[in-house]
Nanobody, 131 residues
Framework: EVQLVESGGGLVQAGGSLRLSCAAS????????IGWFRQAPGKEREGVSC????????YYADSVKGRFTISSDNAKNTVYLQMNSLKPEDTAVYYC????????????????????????WGQGTQVTVSS
């Protein structure tokens, strides 16, 4: 079964940066999407950024556009989320998740980056941004 392990969370001051990593094991599929999601206390889990293996397309939530960048290193089976200009409202537990489908479905799922469409989840890593 697919396993996802996040790392890189921590405490940072507003305006600072963090890079999250999502290492995927037992992952030998050609078409998949991997996304970063977050859940703040008292709020629903939301999609932050997703990337498609099929065509490299990406999705960013409006709240993080221009500040966060998702990337993948296929040789390492790792997806990264570079987070710059962090704000206190970015404070949340960040989860990595994956879904495996056909190539056209993966592109659509990446564009929506919807929590309910992703099947495999990591344990999460805490990101705290102080003001």
């Amino acid at each position: 079964e697919v396993q996802l392990v996040e790392s890189g969370g921590g405490l940072v001051q507003a305006g600072g940066s963090l890079r999250l990593s999502c290492a995927a094991s037992r992952f030998r599929f050609d078409d998949y999407a991997i996304g970063w999601f977050r859940q703040a206390p008292g709020k629903e889990r939301e999609g932050v950024s997703c990337i498609s293996s099929s065509d490299g397309s990406t999705y960013y939530a409006d709240s993080v556009k221009g500040r966060f960048t998702i990337s993948s290193d296929n040789a390492k089976n790792t997806v990264y989320l570079q987070m710059n200009s962090l704000k206190p409202e970015d404070t949340a537990v960040y989860y990595c998740a994956a879904v495996i489908k056909g190539p056209s479905a993966i592109v659509e799922l990446t564009a929506s980056c919807s929590v309910r469409e992703f099947d495999y989840w990591g344990q999460g890593t805490q990101v705290t941004v102080s003001s």
